[in-house]
């Protein structure tokens, strides 16, 4: 482990691989001195933990067969989490509802990502009318409150993961565009900026070389603590039944399926709701400390 | 007679912590103030800006400050609190930074802020302080007091900046002015016009000043003595019209490397630096007090 | 001539509210000469560098460089022939690229091929090793960053280099070695050299003929003899020569301060 230190610590790197991964280590020692940043991450990785080894550990029959005997049985070593009141076991239905949260979560930012910078980066560059227009367009989708637009997205699509995925990312982008727009109107006219004007480079060079790098940074640590609004959006299209369909594992629509036994059988509606909120709280602690070691707070 | 010295400083060292082990920005630095001008002079990373902030008490956590000797006047500054630092900066000891884009409050109008420093300082009523603002704008020559009152930093010059900052540091009476490049974010016809009120200023209230800068030109033809420093520690002291008489090589290779009008050289010698100049100076320099009646 | 700039003036707004950086500046600079131009902040000096550089758009007038008048788009080829030093060593070089990387960017643009022996012999040119080859500029010293600067601008081979106040941010001891450098490349590589700066004693070393320049206006054209003997005639240029020397305890004209505009 010392050598490996050593050459990522190296203070002359001979390569740029070296430089780079020298780089990433050096940013990761920084983040794990914030303690809270560390305990997002290992939620993080937790919920990534189990939504993949999900099939290992639980029978997927068990979350999705109905066995009405069972139903509504409070935590017992057969069933941990209890079961549901259609006598599914909750545990293995949670660790399956953390591989459709997962993938909520990939999805969306797949998608908003790269919309955001391809709306923000170019107003930003180039300013003028492109910026106009480009900005109107985000005005006009920020105008509506996220949730109504996102659950209007999903109604006129149909219920449907993929469709609440597509709505959701359809509401999310603006403030990415912005936030790149900002970034790169802040950059634009940095010297390192002219003098690769200078040397003759091209816009887009320019801005794939040269300013993508910049924003990214600040887009990703937005994303992360956006996450959390992302996972209670789709639990709450799940929650009024227009992201995933039953019987699939939703944390959302078990919430809401799950309000009917609350008073007699809590466990059904509020451990998936205690999911949410874990999961939410770990993007967020996770963001913060991105943010902390960016902005050299440490 | 001979005055008690303004301020008296011992081996003030200031450390800070780091993953390579402790850095000593400032190693012993010894020297006293009378009513005099005092230049420091260094490049960066010298130490001097961090020495003229601990007297201050403003290098705080993670730094450690410490000193066999401390005194302004006859106040042990190492024995303060925070609170106690807090009423003697601006009453007894102010400090004016480089540039007044930064350290004037964007949302308030100049005047008012240095009115508010006389009312926090002097607990005088409202119309006291603005009277006492106004005074303090005329004496730093600013013509038309009563329409730069009103006027927001934004919308002042730098030059006008500074010696609004100057007018601000000075209205509550201190004895004692740091002033940390000063003039270094001024064009150059604009510096020797607020050195020149600092100078007026602090002769005509018989202050000390310390003046902080990287122009070895500048410190020695402002101020009555300089102490220059390299990695933490004083390795000259001189009076200032007798730079030329440097006997320390940093010193003297400094000067050397500075182009000079009228000099021509085809290249400049180059500063060689002895790493012996890093080593711990085993008996620190200590100035001499200023002649009385000085 | 290598440079020449006929009545060129770039201006901001329109109307009443027009403010020009630069107005009807001309200036011929011959091949292999060192020209400076001094002045403060707001003199229009590194509006008339940039304008020189092909950043400015919208400048108007004529600037040729090695014979050739320059359009407003200047083409890759027109690129070659011109680069330039900016003042900030940190703000010039962008902060998530390696020294390599920063290197090899205007070979790529300009495909001249052998990116590792130009980049190599580049970094060797100004005084720096392989150890610096990979490091990023946050790692570097301000004098390392500079010399960094210059490698880029030189890698191009171009005939005039432009230097915006290469040394400003740099202590004492490192400008010697940067002005050594730039006097040394200059001599070896036979570059045009146009430098602006606020220190005359720096443009006096590196420069024969110097510009003085004041709100936007050349008011003077001298020499680095002239002065240092301090045989200039406009009363601005005096007062610089005042001011260079350190403190001037008789002031100057106090009633400047007041009615310097806005900045």
């Known amino acids: 482990m010392t050598t490996w230190r050593g050459w990522l610590l190296n203070p002359a790197p001979t390569s740029r691989r070296q430089a780079q991964l020298g780089g990433w280590f050096r940013a990761w020692l920084a983040f794990r001195r914030n303690t809270l940043g560390m305990a997002g991450l290992f939620i993080v990785l937790l919920l990534i933990t189990i939504a993949v080894a999900a099939p290992l550990i639980a029978d997927p029959a068990t979350a999705l067969t109905q066995t009405l005997e069972d139903r509504l049985q409070p935590f017992s070593w057969a069933h941990p989490f209890g079961t549901d009141e259609l006598g599914r076991d909750i545990m293995a239905r949670m660790m399956f509802g953390a591989r459709i949260t997962l993938t909520i979560v990939i999805l969306v930012s797949l998608i908003v990502v790269p919309i955001g910078l391809a709306i923000g980066l170019p107003a930003g560059y180039f300013g003028g009318w492109i910026d106009a227009v480009l900005m109107r367009v985000t005005d006009i989708f920020l105008a509506f409150p996220r949730l109504i637009l996102a659950l209007a997205f999903a109604a006129a699509l149909g219920p449907g993961i993929e469709n609440a995925v597509i709505a959701i990312a359809l509401t999310a982008w603006p403030p990415y565009a912005r936030l790149a727009r900002a970034e790169t109107m802040t950059r634009r006219s940095s010297e390192f900026i002219q003098a690769a004007e200078l040397q003759g480079a091209s816009h887009l060079r320019i801005i794939a070389t040269q300013i993508v790098p910049l924003c990214l940074p600040s887009v990703i640590i937005r994303l992360t603590l956006d996450m959390a609004g992302i996972i209670l959006t789709a639990a709450g299209l799940g929650f009024l039944g227009l992201g995933a369909q039953p019987p699939s594992p939703e944390w959302g629509a078990m919430v809401s399926t799950g309000r009917a036994v609350l008073l007699d059988h809590w466990w059904v509606a509020t451990l998936p709701g205690i999911a949410i909120f874990i999961t939410s709280l770990g993007f967020n602690l996770l963001g913060d400390g991105l943010r902390d070691v960016a902005s050299g707070r440490g | 007679m001979m005055d008690m010295p303004l301020l008296r400083v011992r081996n003030l060292s200031v450390t800070y912590p780091s993953d390579d082990g402790d850095f000593r920005a400032v190693r012993n630095v010894s020297f006293t103030l009378g009513r005099e001008r005092l230049g420091i002079v260094g490049e960066s990373g010298s130490g001097k800006s961090t020495t003229g902030r601990a007297i201050m008490g403003l290098a705080r956590h993670p730094a450690r400050v410490q000193a066999d000797e401390l005194l302004l006047g006859d106040i042990d500054l190492r024995r303060q609190t925070e609170r106690q630092l807090r009423r003697l900066r601006g009453k007894r000891m102010a400090m004016v930074l480089q540039d007044p884009k930064y350290s004037l409050d964007p949302v308030m109008s100049v005047g008012q802020q240095v009115a508010e420093t006389h009312r926090t300082h002097l607990n005088s009523s409202k119309a006291e302080a603005k009277a006492a603002a106004l005074d303090m704008l005329n004496a730093v020559h600013i013509r038309d007091p009563e329409r730069v009152y009103a006027m927001y930093p934004h919308q002042v010059s730098g030059g006008m900046g500074q010696r609004i900052m100057i007018a601000m540091m000075l209205i509550a009476g201190p004895e004692l002015l740091i002033a940390d490049e000063p003039t270094s974010a001024l064009d150059v016809t604009v510096q020797s016009q607020v050195l020149s009120i600092m100078d007026e200023l602090v002769r005509s209230r018989g202050m000390g000043l310390i003046l902080i800068s990287h122009n070895l030109h500048l410190v020695s033809s402002f101020c009555d003595r300089v102490l220059v420093m390299y990695a933490g520690q004083i390795v000259e002291v001189c009076d200032a019209g007798r730079l030329a008489d440097a006997q320390h090589p940093y010193t003297r290779g400094l000067l050397a490397a500075l182009p000079e009008l009228g000099h021509r050289r085809r290249d400049l010698p180059q500063l060689q630096r002895d790493p012996a100049w890093m080593d711990d100076i085993i008996t620190p320099l200590e100035t001499r007090m200023p002649p009385p009646g000085a | 001539m290598s440079i020449i700039l006929e009545h060129v003036t770039v201006s901001y707004g329109r109307g009443a509210k027009r403010f020009d950086a630069a107005r009807n500046v001309s200036l011929a600079v011959a091949e292999g000469e060192a ?165 005359l004693a720096v443009i006096a070393h590196l420069c024969e003929r110097i510009a003085v320049m004041n709100r936007g206006e050349i008011v003077e054209e001298t020499t680095a003899d002239a002065l240092a003997a301090g045989d200039v005639k406009n009363p601005y240029t005096q007062q610089l020569l005042r001011s260079n020397k350190g403190f001037d305890p008789s002031g100057g004209e106090l009633d400047l301060l007041d009615s310097v505009p806005i900045r």
């Open chain 3, 35 to 199: 020209y400076g131009l001094v002045g403060e902040s707001g003199s229009g000096k590194s509006t008339v560098l940039r304008a020189v550089a092909g950043l400015i758009a919208h400048a108007e007038g004529r600037v040729a460089l090695a014979g050739q008048t320059m359009g407003r788009r200047r083409t890759t080829a027109q690129r070659k022939t011109v680069q330039m030093v900016f003042q900030d060593p940190y703000g010039s070089l962008h902060p998530n690229q390696t020294v390599d990387q920063t290197l090899s960017m205007p070979i790529a643009i300009h495909k001249l091929g052998n990116a590792d022996r130009r980049v190599s012999a580049a970094l060797e040119e100004v005084g720096m090793g392989p150890t610096h080859r990979f490091r990023y500029p946050h790692q570097l010293s301000g004098g390392q960053r500079q010399r960094i600067a210059i490698a880029r601008a030189l890698i191009l081979e171009p005939r005039i280099l432009l230097l915006d106040e290469p040394t400003s941010a740099l202590d004492v001891s490192v400008q010697a070695e940067i002005l050594n450098l730039l006097s040394r490349l200059r001599r070896d590589l036979g570059l045009t050299i146009l430098m602006v700066s606020h220190d």
